[in-house]
């Protein structure tokens, strides 16, 4: 299936620039102002010609893992990672944003960015992961995927990826949810190069 369309481009810093919300703060990015400006820039791309709308859920991963918010590096095999009920919240008020902007013939794609940091030292954690490197991020891209389509997202869409481990990973768990589109999109390098590391795999 393919759908013509146009899909919103930098959203949070038009959130920043154009309302002064610091998206990188939830509590502000979710507050009663903060809604007020997702809702706006997205506003702006619809009434701009898109008719694919991002729900903003970027910066929204706080796994955790039994009772403990997970943070580290490790596989698990029997790992039950979740969101918190706080990201939960968020994750659906943002789908619902997007719907209510983009109404019921638009399409509304949920984000997922990858769910750790890709500079420093994730360089070399993440290769000493090995062979497990795709179960890992399956396990932590899971549960917001579920989150997204529970709130009636209309497809997933990847954004900033740098490794492709993280991408194949989100395939997987798309396709095991089947839901109907994935675009995954690899972020550059200051040289506005594709970064080495998106194309390269690790054993897989």
């Known amino acids: 299936m393919f759908i013509e369309g146009v899909n919103q481009g930098p959203f949070g810093s038009l959130v ?4 002064g ?14 809604q007020a400006a997702l809702r706006d820039v997205l506003s702006l791309y619809r009434d701009a010609g898109a008719n694919i709308g991002g729900a903003p859920t970027f910066r929204l991963t706080d796994l955790r893992a039994r009772s403990r918010v997970d943070k ?3 596989y698990d ?3 039950n990672l979740s969101l918190d009920p706080v990201t939960v919240g968020r994750n659906k008020t943002a789908v619902s944003i997007a719907r209510d902007v983009f109404g019921g013939d638009g399409f509304v794609a949920g984000l997922v960015s990858p769910m750790t940091k890709t500079c420093g030292g994730h360089d070399e954690r993440w290769k000493n992961l090995g062979s497990d490197q795709v179960d890992w991020a399956v396990q932590r891209q899971r549960p917001q995927i579920r989150v997204l389509q529970e709130a009636g997202v209309d497809a997933i869409w990847g ?14 768990v798309v396709r095991e949810t089947r ?5 995954v999109c690899f972020e550059s390098n200051e040289g506005r ?5 998106a194309g390269e795999g690790y054993g897989f």
């Open 179 to 183: 839901s109907r589109m994935l675009v």
């Open 21 to 34: 919300v610091n998206n990188a703060d939830n509590n502000a990015l979710f507050s009663e102002n903060g």
């Open 72 to 74: 580290d590096w490790e």
């Open 16 to 19: 920043r620039k154009l309302h």
């Open 77 to 79: 095999r029997d790992a």
């Open 159 to 172: 954004e900033a990826f740098r490794y492709q481990g993280e991408a194949i990973a989100l395939a997987k």
């Open 193 to 197: 190069f594709p970064d080495p590391e």
